[in-house]
């Protein structure tokens, strides 16, 4: 890893987690942020799972991402192992359209919290790993400043061209 940028763990439960956490990834790109994005299952290898956690610091990351559906208990498993701050992706995945992966991350118990993002909310988590990386890199956060003005500045517009477009409908009335 090069020295100075500051570098995300993204972890999910399965390959098919990819398509997902792909948004994350380009989120994390646009900050200038690196990362390293492996698939480990909280379940089928419960001791990877352990290491990535126990040595994430040492290996130079600041954040952990992770990603997991159905169950869900890998954010939560990797938060147990760590101190850096883990967030977790519930992505909907079973019959219960990710409410169960939801309830999984989210219902911690007290001394290993996880933040969590919506269901498939991987942009969001992407922006959460950047904001809380902005405390130590001032180069994300007048990124992330960018970033908000010009969404401020997308809903500015859209509302005048609706202001626009209900003025011409009512005209042709």
Same mark, same amino acid.
């Given at each position: $890893?090069?020295? $100075?940028?500051?570098?995300?763990?993204?972890?999910?439960?399965?390959?098919? &987690?990819?398509?997902?956490?792909?948004?994350?990834?380009?989120?994390?790109?646009?900050?200038?942020?690196?990362? +390293?994005?492996?698939?480990?299952?909280?379940?089928?290898?419960? &001791?990877?799972?352990?290491?990535?956690?126990?040595?994430?610091? &040492?290996?130079?990351?600041?954040?952990?991402?992770?990603?997991?559906?159905?169950?869900?208990?890998?954010?939560?498993?990797?938060?147990?192992?760590?101190?850096?701050?883990?967030?977790?992706?519930?992505?909907?995945?079973? #019959?219960?359209?990710?409410?169960?992966?939801?309830?999984?991350?989210?219902? $911690?118990?007290?001394?290993?919290?996880?933040? #969590?993002?919506?269901?498939?909310?991987? +942009?969001?988590?992407?922006?959460?790993?950047?904001?809380?990386?902005?405390?130590?890199?001032?180069?994300?956060?007048?990124?992330?400043?960018?970033?908000? +003005?010009?969404?401020?500045?997308?809903?500015?517009?859209?509302?005048?061209?609706?202001?626009?477009?209900?003025?011409? &409908? $009512?005209?042709?009335?």
């Amino acid at each position: $890893m090069e020295e $100075m940028i500051p570098w995300v763990l993204v972890v999910m439960g399965s390959d098919s &987690d990819y398509d997902v956490v792909k948004g994350c990834l380009k989120i994390l790109k646009q900050f200038g942020i690196g990362f +390293e994005a492996v698939v480990c299952s909280a379940h089928r290898t419960p &001791d990877a799972a352990a290491e990535y956690a126990k040595n994430a610091a &040492d290996n130079g990351f600041e954040v952990i991402i992770a990603a997991a559906g159905k169950a869900a208990h890998l954010p939560g498993v990797l938060a147990a192992y760590t101190t850096l701050p883990v967030i977790g992706l519930p992505i909907k995945s079973s #019959t219960l359209d990710g409410l169960d992966s939801l309830l999984s991350i989210v219902q $911690m118990p007290n001394g290993v919290p996880v933040a #969590t993002v919506a269901i498939n909310g991987a +942009e969001n988590a992407g922006l959460l790993a950047a904001q809380i990386l902005a405390l130590k890199y001032p180069e994300i956060e007048a990124k992330l400043i960018s970033f908000k +003005e010009d969404m401020k500045n997308g809903v500015v517009k859209k509302n005048i061209d609706l202001q626009e477009k209900i003025k011409n &409908d $009512m005209n042709t009335l």
